[in-house]
């Protein structure tokens, strides 16, 4: 898997996803970035690349089970690991977040 086939995985959920900040959405969407790219070298050659990303969940809708569920099922699905959700609201926004920790190792091993 590669970041690209990452968002296409986020999309399958048929929310609007962003890379990044949301883009002004009035009542739920999905917000995603990179945090850290780790290389795992070998005989002094790139082995393994594995991506920990940020995904966060927002919604103004109270107890939206559905649509976190759907998150976590094209997690599983697509064999990328996540973290136990963290939840918050925010009283300015009125948005409540949903935010996971992602982990996935990229296919294409060339650095």
């Not at 920990?52 to 919604?59: A, D, G, H, P």
């Not at 809708?61 to 925010?90: G, L, T, V």
């Amino acid at each position: 898997m590669n970041l690209q086939k990452f968002r296409d995985v986020l999309n399958s959920t048929k929310l609007p996803v962003y890379h990044g900040v949301g883009n002004g959405e009035k009542q739920c969407f999905i917000s995603w970035l990179e945090k850290k790219r780790c290389i795992l070298f070998a005989d002094s050659s790139s082995c393994e690349i594995k991506y920990v990303l940020s995904v966060t969940y927002f919604t103004k809708k109270e107890y939206d089970e559905k649509n976190i569920i759907s998150i976590e099922k094209a997690f599983n699905d697509n064999f990328i690991s996540f973290s136990d959700c963290q939840i918050d609201y925010s009283i300015e926004t009125g948005f409540y977040s949903y935010t996971w920790r992602t982990e996935f190792t990229d296919d294409n091993i060339s650095v």
